[in-house]
């Protein structure tokens, strides 16, 4: 009589992301898992580390020498916000990607334990393979909506997918003398960063620094572009985008007080919708944002439907809940401060403290 067979332990182990071969296997892990977003490619976490000073993480779990689950992380300082483990960071998606045995709760007790050794009392995933709540873990469905559809099949019929409401402001977008440019050279980076920049300013929030912006722009290749929106040669509106198995990602935008009045803002997603189907791609994922924000009521103006997103907050024990949410009502004095800021003085000092937000 056969013994029965015992399937080999998984081992836990921290990735040398030193190593460019282990680099490649957890790209190819990534690009072969279903729920993979790009926010769990090196491509991303090892990049953003780099751009702002903070630390990148592999966590894996090994069977047969095979990876069978993987997380990525940054392990994010700032002096303001405190420390923080989180995947991904910077970035609205992320967390632990498993295979048919993975042993979540060892691959849990892990990360706790490499949270602590790391000085970091807090871990935030952002989607992924979720840990049950106990002992300092929280899970957060209502805070944040991502909100994503099908694209139309050619450009008068992506107009008319258009709620009336909204298409109409479309249109008139489509009338004003306006030009669109697409690309990553450094007159497109430039352009976007200044424009990115004074719509952080007003909007109350610390400016990412901007070679987070080209480090990601650099990683990913053909898989990323900025689109541009100039009235006369200036930029009033721009987009980073980001392409994912179908999907335009627009992730890093804004405009310039001159754009709500030309619609700048308008004229920027619905050309990105259209550059995106002829791109091959299938879906718009206009991304997450803030529930009941301003930003979530213009999503769902363009007739995207909110989508909850679940994340998972962990505390060590005895340590204060972190607090670095721009939108939180604690900030709101820092906010309207920050809004006074004269433009230079906003973009000196916003690259300081967005690093540290993760």
Partial sequence: ??????????????????DPGEVARLELFAARHPQATPFHRPA????????????ALALVEERCGEISAFLPLDAIHSPVFGRLLASTGFAVGGGLLTGARTDTAALFAALEELALRHSC???????????????????????????????A???????????????AEVRKALANDLEVEIGSSERDRAAHYSVFAESYRNLGTPVFPRKLLDAVLDAFGDDADILTVRRRGQAVASVITLYHRGAAMPYWGGG????????????????????ARRRGCT??????????????????????????LTYAIWTAPGAAKRE???????????????????LAVANRLGPLIARGIG
């Fill in 121 to 151: 009392p807090s871990i935030e995933l952002r989607g992924g393979e979720l840990p049950d709540p106990h002992g300092g873990w929280a899970i957060k469905t209502e805070s944040h909506c991502n909100f994503a559809r099908a694209l």
């Fill in 283 to 308: 879906t718009f994922d206009f991304g997450r944002s803030k529930t009941d924000s301003g930003a979530y009521h213009f999503k769902r103006n363009w007739g995207f439907e909110p989508e909850p």
């Fill in 324 to 342: 670095a949410d721009p939108t939180s009502s604690k900030l709101s004095l820092q906010i309207r401060l920050w809004q006074r800021l004269p």
């Fill in 1 to 18: 009589m056969n013994a029965p067979f015992a399937p080999e332990q998984g081992t836990i182990r921290l990735v040398d992301l030193a």
């Fill in 44 to 55: 991303w976490f090892l990049s953003v580390a780099r751009a702002t000073g903070n630390r």
């Fill in 153 to 167: 099949t050619d450009d008068e019929a992506q107009l008319l997918d258009v709620p009336r409401k909204q298409r």
């Fill in 256 to 275: 310039t007080r001159e754009a709500r009045q030309l619609r700048a803002n308008d004229r920027m997603y619905f050309e990105l919708m259209l550059h």
